[in-house]
Protein backbone atom coordinates (compact mmCIF):
# COMPACT_ATOMS: atom_id res chain seq x y z
CA UNK A 1 0.00 0.00 0.00
CA UNK A 2 1.64 3.35 -0.93
CA UNK A 3 1.42 5.98 1.28
CA UNK A 4 3.79 8.79 0.24
CA UNK A 5 5.83 9.54 -3.40
CA UNK A 6 8.39 11.97 -3.18
CA UNK A 7 10.07 13.81 -6.21
CA UNK A 8 13.96 14.39 -5.69
CA UNK A 9 16.61 16.08 -6.94
CA UNK A 10 16.99 18.91 -9.40
CA UNK A 11 19.10 17.09 -12.55
CA UNK A 12 15.52 15.94 -14.00
CA UNK A 13 15.59 12.62 -11.95
CA UNK A 14 12.55 12.29 -10.23
CA UNK A 15 12.28 9.13 -7.16
CA UNK A 16 9.48 7.60 -6.24
CA UNK A 17 9.47 6.45 -2.90
CA UNK A 18 7.26 3.89 -1.79
CA UNK A 19 6.68 3.49 2.03
CA UNK A 20 4.53 0.19 2.49
CA UNK A 21 2.18 -0.08 5.55
CA UNK A 22 2.73 -2.57 8.02
CA UNK A 23 0.28 -5.45 8.29
CA UNK A 24 -1.82 -5.60 11.56
CA UNK A 25 -0.21 -6.46 14.36
CA UNK A 26 3.61 -6.12 13.49
CA UNK A 27 3.85 -2.30 14.75
CA UNK A 28 4.01 -4.50 18.14
CA UNK A 29 7.40 -6.07 19.33
CA UNK A 30 8.27 -9.36 18.61
CA UNK A 31 8.50 -11.40 21.57
CA UNK A 32 10.47 -14.50 19.75
CA UNK A 33 7.30 -16.47 19.13
CA UNK A 34 6.24 -14.65 15.74
CA UNK A 35 4.25 -11.27 14.94
CA UNK A 36 1.66 -10.27 16.24
CA UNK A 37 1.78 -12.04 19.81
CA UNK A 38 1.48 -10.06 23.13
CA UNK A 39 2.27 -11.00 26.55
CA UNK A 40 -0.09 -11.31 29.23
CA UNK A 41 1.92 -11.29 32.31
CA UNK A 42 5.26 -10.87 32.99
CA UNK A 43 8.00 -11.43 36.19
CA UNK A 44 8.69 -14.54 38.12
CA UNK A 45 6.81 -17.58 38.96
CA UNK A 46 6.09 -20.79 36.99
CA UNK A 47 2.98 -19.94 35.07
CA UNK A 48 0.82 -21.96 33.97
CA UNK A 49 -2.80 -23.40 32.50
CA UNK A 50 -4.21 -19.96 31.38
CA UNK A 51 -8.79 -19.59 31.12
CA UNK A 52 -9.97 -16.67 29.64
CA UNK A 53 -13.22 -15.01 31.98
CA UNK A 54 -16.32 -16.02 29.62
CA UNK A 55 -16.39 -11.56 28.26
CA UNK A 56 -12.63 -11.99 27.50
CA UNK A 57 -11.47 -9.08 29.73
CA UNK A 58 -9.83 -11.21 32.51
CA UNK A 59 -7.33 -13.80 32.29
CA UNK A 60 -7.08 -16.98 35.15
CA UNK A 61 -3.77 -18.54 35.45
CA UNK A 62 -1.82 -21.22 38.17
CA UNK A 63 1.54 -19.73 39.76
CA UNK A 64 3.33 -22.19 41.38
CA UNK A 65 0.39 -23.94 42.46
CA UNK A 66 -1.31 -20.71 43.41
CA UNK A 67 -4.60 -19.41 41.17
CA UNK A 68 -4.30 -15.40 40.17
CA UNK A 69 -6.50 -13.61 37.79
CA UNK A 70 -5.27 -10.27 35.89
CA UNK A 71 -7.34 -7.93 33.68
CA UNK A 72 -5.62 -8.76 29.85
CA UNK A 73 -3.08 -5.89 29.85
CA UNK A 74 -2.21 -4.83 33.01
CA UNK A 75 -0.78 -6.28 36.10
CA UNK A 76 -3.68 -6.24 38.81
CA UNK A 77 -3.08 -9.53 39.92
CA UNK A 78 -5.74 -11.12 41.88
CA UNK A 79 -5.13 -13.77 44.03
CA UNK A 80 -7.73 -16.00 44.78
CA UNK A 81 -5.87 -18.92 46.78
CA UNK A 82 -2.96 -19.59 49.55
CA UNK A 83 0.04 -19.92 48.02
CA UNK A 84 0.13 -23.29 49.09
CA UNK A 85 -2.67 -24.53 47.90
CA UNK A 86 -1.54 -27.05 44.95
CA UNK A 87 -3.92 -25.68 42.26
CA UNK A 88 -3.45 -27.49 38.77
CA UNK A 89 -6.00 -25.19 36.31
CA UNK A 90 -8.86 -23.60 36.53
CA UNK A 91 -12.17 -22.77 34.56
CA UNK A 92 -13.95 -19.78 34.91
CA UNK A 93 -17.81 -20.70 36.39
CA UNK A 94 -18.93 -17.22 35.51
CA UNK A 95 -17.43 -13.46 35.11
CA UNK A 96 -16.88 -13.50 38.79
CA UNK A 97 -16.32 -17.48 39.62
CA UNK A 98 -13.56 -20.05 39.33
CA UNK A 99 -13.79 -23.67 39.54
CA UNK A 100 -10.03 -24.73 40.60
CA UNK A 101 -9.03 -28.34 40.31
CA UNK A 102 -6.21 -28.91 43.31
CA UNK A 103 -3.49 -31.97 42.90
CA UNK A 104 -3.54 -33.84 46.56
CA UNK A 105 -0.69 -32.59 48.44
CA UNK A 106 0.46 -36.50 48.90
CA UNK A 107 3.29 -37.34 47.10
CA UNK A 108 1.45 -40.08 45.25
CA UNK A 109 0.80 -39.12 41.53
CA UNK A 110 -2.28 -41.34 41.81
CA UNK A 111 -3.70 -39.83 44.70
CA UNK A 112 -7.18 -38.47 43.19
CA UNK A 113 -7.57 -34.52 43.94
CA UNK A 114 -9.71 -31.84 44.74
CA UNK A 115 -12.22 -29.78 43.21
CA UNK A 116 -12.76 -26.51 44.75
CA UNK A 117 -15.54 -22.91 43.72
CA UNK A 118 -14.19 -19.97 45.07
CA UNK A 119 -16.50 -17.55 47.26
CA UNK A 120 -17.62 -14.18 46.56
CA UNK A 121 -14.56 -11.88 46.27
CA UNK A 122 -14.84 -10.18 49.38
CA UNK A 123 -13.68 -13.29 50.75
CA UNK A 124 -10.10 -13.41 51.05
CA UNK A 125 -9.08 -16.72 49.47
CA UNK A 126 -11.58 -18.05 50.07
CA UNK A 127 -12.85 -21.66 48.83
CA UNK A 128 -15.06 -24.28 48.61
CA UNK A 129 -14.14 -27.85 47.91
CA UNK A 130 -17.35 -29.65 45.93
CA UNK A 131 -15.71 -32.80 44.77
CA UNK A 132 -13.47 -35.44 46.53
CA UNK A 133 -11.47 -37.73 45.21
CA UNK A 134 -10.87 -35.98 41.70
CA UNK A 135 -9.94 -37.25 38.90
CA UNK A 136 -10.17 -34.73 35.82
CA UNK A 137 -13.21 -32.29 35.07
CA UNK A 138 -14.83 -30.90 32.60
CA UNK A 139 -17.14 -27.60 32.14
CA UNK A 140 -20.96 -28.55 31.88
CA UNK A 141 -23.17 -28.54 28.89
CA UNK A 142 -23.50 -25.08 27.93
CA UNK A 143 -20.87 -23.68 30.01
CA UNK A 144 -23.31 -24.77 32.99
CA UNK A 145 -22.36 -26.45 35.98
CA UNK A 146 -19.21 -29.24 35.56
CA UNK A 147 -18.76 -33.24 35.31
CA UNK A 148 -16.44 -34.02 37.45
CA UNK A 149 -14.65 -37.76 37.30
CA UNK A 150 -13.81 -39.66 40.56
CA UNK A 151 -12.34 -42.40 42.25
CA UNK A 152 -14.14 -45.22 43.09
CA UNK A 153 -11.67 -47.65 43.69
CA UNK A 154 -8.65 -48.86 42.06
CA UNK A 155 -9.74 -50.10 39.15
CA UNK A 156 -13.02 -48.31 38.68
CA UNK A 157 -13.90 -44.24 37.99
CA UNK A 158 -17.81 -42.68 38.34
CA UNK A 159 -18.62 -39.53 36.72
CA UNK A 160 -20.89 -36.99 38.39
CA UNK A 161 -22.67 -33.66 37.32
CA UNK A 162 -22.09 -30.54 39.45
CA UNK A 163 -24.94 -28.19 39.25
CA UNK A 164 -23.82 -24.25 39.40
CA UNK A 165 -24.51 -24.14 43.13
CA UNK A 166 -22.11 -26.40 44.22
CA UNK A 167 -24.11 -29.08 44.66
CA UNK A 168 -23.51 -32.65 43.27
CA UNK A 169 -26.72 -33.11 41.03
CA UNK A 170 -26.42 -36.51 39.78
CA UNK A 171 -23.83 -39.30 40.20
CA UNK A 172 -24.57 -41.80 37.14
CA UNK A 173 -24.19 -45.26 38.61
CA UNK A 174 -22.91 -46.90 35.34
CA UNK A 175 -19.25 -46.92 36.30
CA UNK A 176 -16.20 -46.31 33.69
CA UNK A 177 -13.77 -49.28 34.17
CA UNK A 178 -10.30 -48.16 34.95
CA UNK A 179 -8.64 -44.69 36.27
CA UNK A 180 -10.03 -41.75 34.34
CA UNK A 181 -7.07 -39.51 32.98
CA UNK A 182 -9.23 -37.20 30.77
CA UNK A 183 -12.85 -36.60 29.94
CA UNK A 184 -14.78 -33.81 27.66
CA UNK A 185 -18.24 -33.00 26.55
CA UNK A 186 -19.09 -33.97 22.62
CA UNK A 187 -20.21 -31.26 20.36
CA UNK A 188 -24.05 -31.16 21.86
CA UNK A 189 -23.29 -31.12 25.21
CA UNK A 190 -25.38 -34.95 25.74
CA UNK A 191 -22.52 -37.08 26.02
CA UNK A 192 -19.24 -36.92 27.78
CA UNK A 193 -15.49 -38.63 25.82
CA UNK A 194 -13.63 -40.33 29.04
CA UNK A 195 -10.29 -41.70 28.66
CA UNK A 196 -9.52 -44.17 31.22
CA UNK A 197 -5.98 -46.59 32.10
CA UNK A 198 -7.08 -50.16 32.83
CA UNK A 199 -5.14 -53.02 34.43
CA UNK A 200 -3.76 -53.74 30.55
CA UNK A 201 -5.00 -50.97 28.01
CA UNK A 202 -5.85 -47.24 27.77
CA UNK A 203 -9.31 -47.10 26.36
CA UNK A 204 -12.48 -44.43 25.00
CA UNK A 205 -15.31 -44.15 26.58
CA UNK A 206 -18.80 -42.35 25.87
CA UNK A 207 -21.38 -41.78 28.75
CA UNK A 208 -24.92 -40.23 27.83
CA UNK A 209 -25.35 -37.81 30.35
CA UNK A 210 -29.37 -37.67 30.20
CA UNK A 211 -29.73 -41.79 30.07
CA UNK A 212 -25.92 -42.49 31.83
CA UNK A 213 -25.42 -45.84 29.45
CA UNK A 214 -21.86 -46.03 28.88
CA UNK A 215 -20.17 -47.94 26.34
CA UNK A 216 -16.06 -48.25 25.35
CA UNK A 217 -15.73 -47.10 22.06
CA UNK A 218 -11.72 -47.40 21.40
CA UNK A 219 -8.81 -49.56 22.96
CA UNK A 220 -5.21 -48.26 22.49
CA UNK A 221 -2.28 -50.34 22.36
CA UNK A 222 -0.97 -51.80 25.65
CA UNK A 223 2.02 -49.44 26.87
CA UNK A 224 0.33 -46.56 25.38
CA UNK A 225 -2.02 -44.07 27.20
CA UNK A 226 -3.52 -40.82 26.52
CA UNK A 227 -2.18 -37.19 27.31
CA UNK A 228 -4.90 -34.48 28.81
CA UNK A 229 -8.91 -34.58 27.89
CA UNK A 230 -9.49 -36.25 24.94
CA UNK A 231 -11.33 -33.72 22.31
CA UNK A 232 -14.52 -34.05 21.07
CA UNK A 233 -15.25 -33.04 17.09
CA UNK A 234 -17.88 -33.48 14.75
CA UNK A 235 -15.14 -34.99 12.83
CA UNK A 236 -14.56 -37.49 15.84
CA UNK A 237 -12.68 -37.66 19.12
CA UNK A 238 -8.50 -36.35 19.02
CA UNK A 239 -6.16 -37.17 21.41
CA UNK A 240 -2.71 -37.22 21.96
CA UNK A 241 -1.15 -39.96 22.80
CA UNK A 242 1.98 -41.71 23.13
CA UNK A 243 4.31 -44.53 25.29
CA UNK A 244 3.25 -45.40 28.75
CA UNK A 245 5.10 -42.72 31.15
CA UNK A 246 7.24 -45.25 33.43
CA UNK A 247 9.79 -42.50 34.59
CA UNK A 248 11.68 -43.68 32.40
CA UNK A 249 13.42 -41.40 29.25
CA UNK A 250 10.80 -41.85 26.65
CA UNK A 251 12.06 -43.19 23.14
CA UNK A 252 9.02 -42.36 20.99
CA UNK A 253 7.24 -39.02 20.30
CA UNK A 254 3.43 -38.78 21.40
CA UNK A 255 1.28 -38.52 17.98
CA UNK A 256 -2.09 -37.32 17.42
CA UNK A 257 -4.66 -39.43 16.74
CA UNK A 258 -8.55 -39.79 16.01
CA UNK A 259 -11.42 -42.16 16.53
CA UNK A 260 -13.67 -41.35 13.34
CA UNK A 261 -17.14 -40.34 14.42
CA UNK A 262 -18.81 -44.31 14.30
CA UNK A 263 -15.89 -46.12 14.10
CA UNK A 264 -14.20 -47.82 16.79
CA UNK A 265 -10.43 -47.66 15.40
CA UNK A 266 -8.23 -45.14 15.86
CA UNK A 267 -6.04 -43.55 13.43
CA UNK A 268 -3.25 -41.11 13.11
CA UNK A 269 -4.98 -37.83 12.46
CA UNK A 270 -5.43 -36.71 9.44
CA UNK A 271 -3.62 -33.40 8.10
CA UNK A 272 -0.77 -33.29 10.33
CA UNK A 273 1.37 -35.40 8.72
CA UNK A 274 3.26 -38.62 9.75
CA UNK A 275 6.48 -36.90 11.58
CA UNK A 276 3.83 -34.44 13.45
CA UNK A 277 4.82 -34.47 17.39
CA UNK A 278 1.86 -33.59 19.60
CA UNK A 279 1.92 -32.21 22.59
CA UNK A 280 -1.27 -30.91 24.06
CA UNK A 281 -4.34 -30.21 21.96
CA UNK A 282 -7.82 -27.58 22.90
CA UNK A 283 -11.10 -27.21 21.17
CA UNK A 284 -12.25 -24.19 19.76
CA UNK A 285 -15.34 -22.11 21.39
CA UNK A 286 -17.62 -23.20 18.32
CA UNK A 287 -15.98 -26.57 18.14
CA UNK A 288 -14.84 -26.31 14.21
CA UNK A 289 -10.98 -26.07 15.26
CA UNK A 290 -8.39 -27.55 17.08
CA UNK A 291 -5.19 -26.00 18.89
CA UNK A 292 -2.64 -28.00 19.25
CA UNK A 293 0.99 -27.27 20.82
CA UNK A 294 3.51 -29.40 18.69
CA UNK A 295 6.29 -29.69 16.85
CA UNK A 296 6.07 -30.97 12.52
CA UNK A 297 9.18 -33.10 12.91
CA UNK A 298 10.94 -34.31 16.16
CA UNK A 299 14.09 -31.70 15.01
CA UNK A 300 11.60 -28.73 14.67
CA UNK A 301 10.58 -26.22 17.25
CA UNK A 302 7.47 -26.23 19.30
CA UNK A 303 4.27 -24.25 17.88
CA UNK A 304 1.30 -23.56 17.78
CA UNK A 305 -0.66 -25.16 15.55
CA UNK A 306 -4.44 -24.92 14.63
CA UNK A 307 -6.29 -27.32 12.85
CA UNK A 308 -9.59 -27.43 10.87
CA UNK A 309 -10.73 -31.14 11.06
CA UNK A 310 -13.36 -30.45 8.15
CA UNK A 311 -10.67 -30.04 5.83
CA UNK A 312 -7.52 -31.43 7.75
CA UNK A 313 -5.87 -27.72 7.36
CA UNK A 314 -3.14 -27.25 9.44
CA UNK A 315 -1.97 -23.99 10.22
CA UNK A 316 1.29 -22.67 12.36
CA UNK A 317 0.29 -19.33 14.26
CA UNK A 318 3.14 -19.05 16.12
CA UNK A 319 6.88 -18.53 14.31
CA UNK A 320 8.92 -19.38 17.72
CA UNK A 321 12.73 -18.48 17.28
CA UNK A 322 14.25 -19.67 20.53
CA UNK A 323 11.32 -19.62 22.98
CA UNK A 324 10.22 -22.57 25.17
CA UNK A 325 6.66 -23.27 24.85
CA UNK A 326 5.12 -25.21 27.99
CA UNK A 327 3.38 -28.62 26.20
CA UNK A 328 1.17 -29.55 29.59
CA UNK A 329 -2.36 -30.22 28.40
CA UNK A 330 -4.00 -26.93 29.98
CA UNK A 331 -1.20 -24.97 28.76
CA UNK A 332 -2.76 -23.51 25.98
CA UNK A 333 -6.50 -21.79 26.09
CA UNK A 334 -8.88 -20.59 23.33
CA UNK A 335 -10.46 -17.09 24.24
CA UNK A 336 -14.57 -17.40 24.48
CA UNK A 337 -14.44 -15.27 21.24
CA UNK A 338 -12.11 -18.01 19.72
CA UNK A 339 -10.05 -15.09 17.80
CA UNK A 340 -7.24 -15.37 20.22
CA UNK A 341 -5.69 -17.91 22.25
CA UNK A 342 -3.01 -17.87 25.40
CA UNK A 343 -0.07 -19.83 25.39
CA UNK A 344 2.79 -20.22 28.45
CA UNK A 345 6.30 -19.91 27.47
CA UNK A 346 9.90 -18.10 28.21
CA UNK A 347 13.78 -17.83 26.91
CA UNK A 348 15.79 -20.66 26.96
CA UNK A 349 19.11 -19.89 28.67
CA UNK A 350 21.83 -21.73 29.11
CA UNK A 351 24.24 -19.27 31.66
CA UNK A 352 23.27 -16.37 33.62
CA UNK A 353 21.35 -13.04 32.42
CA UNK A 354 21.92 -9.78 33.38
CA UNK A 355 19.33 -7.18 32.72
CA UNK A 356 18.62 -3.58 33.70
CA UNK A 357 15.29 -3.67 35.06
CA UNK A 358 13.89 -4.63 38.22
CA UNK A 359 12.94 -8.71 38.14
CA UNK A 360 8.92 -8.13 38.39
CA UNK A 361 9.04 -6.32 34.41
CA UNK A 362 11.24 -8.53 33.18
CA UNK A 363 9.31 -11.18 30.82
CA UNK A 364 11.11 -14.23 28.22
CA UNK A 365 13.17 -15.29 30.91
CA UNK A 366 10.17 -16.36 33.19
CA UNK A 367 7.32 -18.75 32.26
CA UNK A 368 4.87 -15.78 30.97
CA UNK A 369 1.28 -16.10 29.22
CA UNK A 370 1.27 -14.32 25.49
CA UNK A 371 -1.85 -13.59 23.43
CA UNK A 372 -1.72 -15.31 19.89
CA UNK A 373 -3.81 -14.01 17.19
CA UNK A 374 -6.28 -16.51 15.39
CA UNK A 375 -7.37 -15.50 12.48
CA UNK A 376 -10.80 -16.39 11.23
CA UNK A 377 -11.22 -19.49 8.89
CA UNK A 378 -11.48 -18.56 5.41
CA UNK A 379 -14.94 -17.83 4.23
CA UNK A 380 -15.15 -16.86 7.66
CA UNK A 381 -13.96 -13.16 7.40
CA UNK A 382 -16.36 -10.26 7.88
CA UNK B 1 5.89 37.03 -36.37
CA UNK B 2 6.29 38.97 -33.42
CA UNK B 3 3.11 36.99 -31.85
CA UNK B 4 4.89 33.54 -32.18
CA UNK B 5 8.28 35.39 -30.82
CA UNK B 6 5.87 36.71 -27.71
CA UNK B 7 4.19 33.65 -27.43
CA UNK B 8 7.57 31.55 -27.22
CA UNK B 9 9.09 33.99 -24.56
CA UNK B 10 5.81 33.72 -22.46
CA UNK B 11 6.40 30.05 -22.92
CA UNK B 12 9.84 30.18 -21.77
CA UNK B 13 9.20 32.28 -19.24
CA UNK B 14 6.29 30.23 -17.71
CA UNK B 15 8.89 26.93 -17.76
CA UNK B 16 11.83 28.68 -16.24
CA UNK B 17 9.49 29.87 -13.09
CA UNK B 18 7.39 26.54 -12.64
CA UNK B 19 11.07 24.78 -13.09
CA UNK B 20 12.52 27.38 -10.70
CA UNK B 21 9.32 26.38 -8.09
CA UNK B 22 9.92 22.93 -8.42
CA UNK B 23 13.58 23.22 -7.25
CA UNK B 24 12.51 25.10 -4.60
CA UNK B 25 9.66 22.67 -3.27
CA UNK B 26 12.35 19.65 -4.26
CA UNK B 27 15.01 21.11 -1.83
CA UNK B 28 12.50 22.32 0.95
CA UNK B 29 10.94 18.86 1.40
CA UNK B 30 14.56 17.00 0.49
CA UNK B 31 16.57 18.51 3.06
CA UNK B 32 16.41 17.12 6.28
CA UNK B 33 18.34 18.99 8.77
CA UNK B 34 21.80 18.16 9.41
CA UNK B 35 20.79 17.40 12.66
CA UNK B 36 18.64 14.38 11.91
CA UNK B 37 20.97 12.50 9.60
CA UNK B 38 23.88 12.78 12.41
CA UNK B 39 24.44 9.47 13.98
CA UNK B 40 23.55 9.34 17.93
CA UNK B 41 27.08 10.30 19.32
CA UNK B 42 27.91 7.80 22.24
CA UNK B 43 26.01 9.48 25.32
CA UNK B 44 27.89 11.25 27.71
CA UNK B 45 25.75 11.71 31.14
CA UNK B 46 24.89 15.19 32.03
CA UNK B 47 24.24 14.94 35.38
CA UNK B 48 24.31 12.38 38.32
CA UNK B 49 24.03 8.82 37.08
CA UNK B 50 25.21 5.48 38.91
CA UNK B 51 26.32 2.37 37.06
CA UNK B 52 26.36 -1.40 38.52
CA UNK B 53 28.12 -4.10 37.21
CA UNK B 54 27.85 -8.07 37.85
CA UNK B 55 31.02 -10.05 36.13
CA UNK B 56 29.24 -12.70 34.24
CA UNK B 57 32.39 -15.04 34.78
CA UNK B 58 31.59 -14.88 38.44
CA UNK B 59 28.06 -15.05 37.86
CA UNK B 60 28.34 -18.43 35.59
CA UNK B 61 30.12 -20.01 38.56
CA UNK B 62 27.74 -19.34 41.70
CA UNK B 63 26.00 -22.55 42.81
CA UNK B 64 22.50 -22.77 44.43
CA UNK B 65 23.73 -23.22 48.11
CA UNK B 66 25.05 -20.60 50.75
CA UNK B 67 27.75 -18.50 50.93
CA UNK B 68 28.28 -17.25 47.29
CA UNK B 69 30.73 -14.52 46.91
CA UNK B 70 29.68 -12.35 44.41
CA UNK B 71 31.46 -8.61 43.54
CA UNK B 72 29.59 -5.70 42.82
CA UNK B 73 30.90 -2.82 40.98
CA UNK B 74 29.43 0.49 41.53
CA UNK B 75 30.80 3.34 39.31
CA UNK B 76 29.83 6.88 39.53
CA UNK B 77 28.80 7.68 35.90
CA UNK B 78 27.97 11.07 36.20
CA UNK B 79 29.53 14.21 36.36
CA UNK B 80 29.14 14.74 40.23
CA UNK B 81 30.41 13.64 43.07
CA UNK B 82 27.88 10.86 45.21
CA UNK B 83 27.64 10.50 48.82
CA UNK B 84 25.34 7.96 51.08
CA UNK B 85 24.79 5.50 48.26
CA UNK B 86 22.88 2.08 49.67
CA UNK B 87 23.38 -0.80 47.52
CA UNK B 88 20.92 -3.43 48.37
CA UNK B 89 20.85 -7.17 47.18
CA UNK B 90 17.98 -9.12 47.00
CA UNK B 91 17.80 -12.69 46.49
CA UNK B 92 15.08 -15.19 45.41
CA UNK B 93 13.89 -17.83 43.43
CA UNK B 94 12.03 -17.70 40.30
CA UNK B 95 9.33 -20.11 42.83
CA UNK B 96 7.09 -17.18 43.93
CA UNK B 97 5.23 -19.74 46.30
CA UNK B 98 8.72 -19.72 48.06
CA UNK B 99 8.41 -16.14 50.35
CA UNK B 100 11.96 -16.75 52.11
CA UNK B 101 13.98 -14.19 50.02
CA UNK B 102 17.38 -13.02 51.49
CA UNK B 103 18.14 -9.18 51.45
CA UNK B 104 22.09 -7.78 52.05
CA UNK B 105 22.95 -4.32 52.74
CA UNK B 106 26.43 -1.92 51.79
CA UNK B 107 26.95 1.34 51.20
CA UNK B 108 29.41 3.73 49.50
CA UNK B 109 30.58 6.86 51.34
CA UNK B 110 31.43 8.91 48.88
CA UNK B 111 31.98 8.31 44.95
CA UNK B 112 33.73 10.75 42.45
CA UNK B 113 32.41 11.46 39.30
CA UNK B 114 33.84 8.14 36.94
CA UNK B 115 35.00 6.47 40.15
CA UNK B 116 34.02 3.00 40.78
CA UNK B 117 34.58 0.77 43.88
CA UNK B 118 33.72 -2.81 45.02
CA UNK B 119 31.38 -4.42 46.94
CA UNK B 120 31.50 -7.77 48.04
CA UNK B 121 28.36 -10.33 49.41
CA UNK B 122 28.27 -13.73 50.68
CA UNK B 123 24.85 -14.88 48.94
CA UNK B 124 22.73 -17.53 50.15
CA UNK B 125 21.63 -18.92 46.87
CA UNK B 126 20.24 -22.06 48.36
CA UNK B 127 16.72 -20.53 48.49
CA UNK B 128 16.07 -21.39 44.81
CA UNK B 129 16.99 -24.87 45.43
CA UNK B 130 14.31 -25.24 48.35
CA UNK B 131 12.07 -25.54 44.98
CA UNK B 132 9.99 -28.78 43.86
CA UNK B 133 10.81 -27.94 40.40
CA UNK B 134 14.04 -27.01 39.41
CA UNK B 135 14.10 -22.79 39.33
CA UNK B 136 16.31 -20.02 38.45
CA UNK B 137 17.55 -17.58 41.19
CA UNK B 138 16.99 -14.18 40.85
CA UNK B 139 19.62 -11.58 42.37
CA UNK B 140 18.21 -8.17 42.01
CA UNK B 141 20.70 -5.39 42.71
CA UNK B 142 19.84 -1.86 43.43
CA UNK B 143 21.88 0.94 44.40
CA UNK B 144 20.19 4.43 45.23
CA UNK B 145 21.30 7.79 47.04
CA UNK B 146 19.08 9.88 49.22
CA UNK B 147 19.05 12.64 46.06
CA UNK B 148 17.36 9.94 43.95
CA UNK B 149 19.62 8.91 42.03
CA UNK B 150 19.58 5.41 41.25
CA UNK B 151 20.07 2.17 39.13
CA UNK B 152 19.05 -1.52 38.71
CA UNK B 153 20.70 -4.92 37.38
CA UNK B 154 18.70 -8.39 37.81
CA UNK B 155 20.67 -11.70 37.29
CA UNK B 156 19.14 -14.80 36.22
CA UNK B 157 20.77 -17.78 36.89
CA UNK B 158 19.55 -20.71 35.27
CA UNK B 159 18.32 -23.68 37.41
Known sequence: MTLAALATGCGGATQIVQIKALPAGQDRADFGLGPGVRPLSHGPGDKSAPAWNPTDERVAFVVDGYVVDKPLYNQDLRRWTTKDFGASRSEWRSSEGLTIFAESPSPDPEEPGSVYRTLPKDTPFGVEKIAAGALAMSPGPGGEGLIVALETSPYESGIARIGGNGKMDQIYTNLIGGRVTGISLSPNGGQVAVAARGAATVALHVLDLATGDSKTIARLEPGMEIHGDPQWTRRGIYYVAGEEDTGESKLAPDHLYRVPAGSSTPEPAPGVGEDFVASSLRLSPNGERLAIVGRRNPASSTNLYILEPATDNLKAVTANEDMEIKTGPYDLAWSASGDRMAIVARGVISGPRVLSAPADTILTDFYNLYEVPIEAPEGDAP | ?159
Open chain 2, 1 to 159: MSGILWWLSGAALAFLLTAGAFLLLANAGDSPSDKSLRPDSPSTPSGPALELQLPKDRLASLEHNPDQNLAISIRNAGDERLSDINVSVKVSSENTALSEARYYRSSVESLAAGEIVSREFALDLSVAARSPEPARAIIEVRATTPSGVSSVRTAILPA
